[in-house]
């Protein structure tokens, strides 16, 4: 199914001191942005209420400068230091006394907007988090122009074993930081006194289970995770399911997910040559928009 437009709004919360965060780097984002949605707990439907900070993931093109020359951003606010550009972070929460320090919670913004030639690279390996974007239902895309739209519809062109292995790697990180191991720490600490274990960290194991296998099946991952598997993470989340029981549960879903990477059914790689005439097309089409309105 075709994905369709959003006419939603580009702008983003202004610079910051910090390397992904200059004025330009901004800028550059909201002009060449072609898809912005919301990421992280709002749409797995996990968030509990109260709880949750909101996280959004864009992508953006870039000018002809930035690709077939060497023109670079300035390292922050007000920094002499120059440094490609391939992302432009935000968090909200910096904007209160602490700055870079502080923790986000309930009610901050998120926000990262990857150039698409970075975002391609992870999603062409796999990346849990970024391909996320290409499966948001349309009531969490904040903007999507022709070009976001064209990529997302072609969201199973990402599918692989690759994209098998790199749930795995995830899923493991989440349940060795579940269980405090070796050269892992939690943040969260109240959760660990609570609880016993770091819940969050058991929820985002079990969800990558869900979704890795899910996506390697099927070429989709459905948002918000389906019922009855987003009232068990909901449930893990809250600290209401015991270790034992959890750990089990992430073991299965591993099992599940080790399978599917290594069955000949999913694609070894993905589709790449699609990949790279879809980011060929994009900037070129972008450049010439450019020369006839440079405003755009």
């Given at each position: 199914m075709t994905a369709a437009i959003v006419e939603g709004p580009r702008a983003l919360p202004a610079g910051f001191d910090h390397p992904h965060a200059s004025e330009e780097a901004r800028a550059l984002a909201e002009r060449g942005l072609v898809l912005r949605v919301q990421v992280g707990s709002g749409v797995h439907g996990t968030a509990i209420d109260g709880q949750d900070d909101r996280d959004e993931m864009g992508v953006c093109l870039e000018p002809a400068a930035f690709v077939t020359g060497l023109a670079?951003?300035?390292?922050?606010?007000?920094?002499?230091?120059?440094?490609?550009?391939?992302?432009?972070?935000?968090?909200?929460?910096?904007?209160?006394?602490?700055?870079?320090?502080?923790?986000?919670?309930?009610?901050?913004?998120?926000?990262?907007?990857?150039?698409?030639?970075?975002?391609?690279?992870?999603?062409?390996?796999?990346?849990?988090?970024?391909?996320?974007?290409?499966?948001?239902?349309?009531?969490?895309?904040?903007?999507?122009?022709?070009?976001?739209?064209?990529?997302?519809?072609?969201?199973?062109?990402?599918?692989s074993r690759l994209a098998g292995m790199r749930f795995l790697g995830y899923l493991r990180a989440q349940q060795k930081a579940m269980l405090g191991l070796s050269g892992t720490h939690t943040n969260r600490p109240e959760l660990v006194a609570r609880h016993g274990y770091d819940t969050k960290f058991a929820m985002h194991a079990l969800r990558l289970g869900y979704q890795g296998v899910e996506l390697l099946t099927t070429g989709r991952i459905t948002l918000p995770v389906p019922e009855p598997q987003r009232e068990r993470l909901r449930s893990i989340r809250r600290g209401e399911v015991p270790l034992g029981e959890v750990v089990e549960e992430i073991r299965d879903a591993?099992?599940?997910?080790?399978?599917?990477?290594?069955?000949?059914?999913?694609?070894?790689?993905?589709?790449?040559?699609?990949?790279?005439?879809?980011?060929?097309?994009?900037?070129?089409g972008y450049w010439a928009r450019r020369a006839l309105d440079p405003s755009r």
């Open positions: 670079r951003v300035p390292s922050g606010v007000n920094r002499d230091r120059m440094i490609p550009f391939e992302q432009y972070e935000r968090h909200t929460a910096w904007d209160r006394s602490g700055g870079l320090a502080n923790r986000s919670g309930a009610g901050d913004l998120d926000v990262i907007v990857y150039t698409a030639r970075k975002w391609a690279r992870l999603a062409l390996d796999g990346n849990p988090t970024v391909l996320l974007v290409l499966f948001v239902p349309e009531e969490e895309v904040v903007f999507r122009d022709p070009v976001g739209a064209e990529l997302v519809t072609n969201g199973h062109r990402f599918v591993e099992s599940r997910l080790v399978a599917l990477s290594e069955s000949r059914a999913v694609p070894p790689q993905p589709d790449r040559a699609w990949v790279d005439f879809w980011l060929h097309e994009a900037h070129l």
